[in-house]
Nanobody
Framework: QVQLEESGGGLVQAGGSLRLSCTAS????????MGWFRQAPGKEREFVAA????????GYADSVKGRLTISRDNAKNTVYLQMNSLTPEDTAVYYC????????????????????WGQGTQVTVSS
């Protein structure tokens, strides 16, 4: 079992950048596939990006490809989301999630497959 805590959210102007972090406590972080999701007011939670347990496989929503980059540092039990060229449409609460533990190296985009979730961090992009 893992506990997840996000940080790095805040207010940024359109075109700016933020880096979100998600730190996991618990054992065997490197056996979990990790994902970032977001939820804007009045909308359903949507997939943003995911990374496999090794970091060798990644997946992105079409709306963020080329602007957001997911990565992980298993030595620090941390997954990151580098967010560049932000637009007001990126405004949402961003959630970190973990799926596992497994030995296979994969990514998944479906929120229902993730067992563990953080509390979320607010990202607000002003125009």
């Amino acid at each position: 079992q893992v506990q997840l805590e996000e940080s790095g959210g805040g207010l940024v102007q359109a075109g700016g950048s933020l880096r979100l972090s998600c730190t996991a406590s618990g054992r065997a972080f490197d056996r979990y596939s990790m994902g970032w999701f977001r939820q804007a007011p009045g909308k359903e939670r949507e997939f943003v990006a995911a990374v496999s347990r090794s970091g060798g496989r990644t997946g992105y929503a079409d709306s963020v490809k080329g602007r957001l980059t997911i990565s992980r540092d298993n030595a620090k039990n941390t997954v990151y989301l580098q967010m560049n060229s932000l637009t007001p449409e990126d405004t949402a609460v961003y959630y970190c999630a973990a799926d596992g533990p497994y030995y296979i190296d994969y990514v998944t985009t479906q929120p229902s497959t993730y067992e563990y979730w953080g509390q979320g961090t607010q990202v607000t992009v002003s125009s």
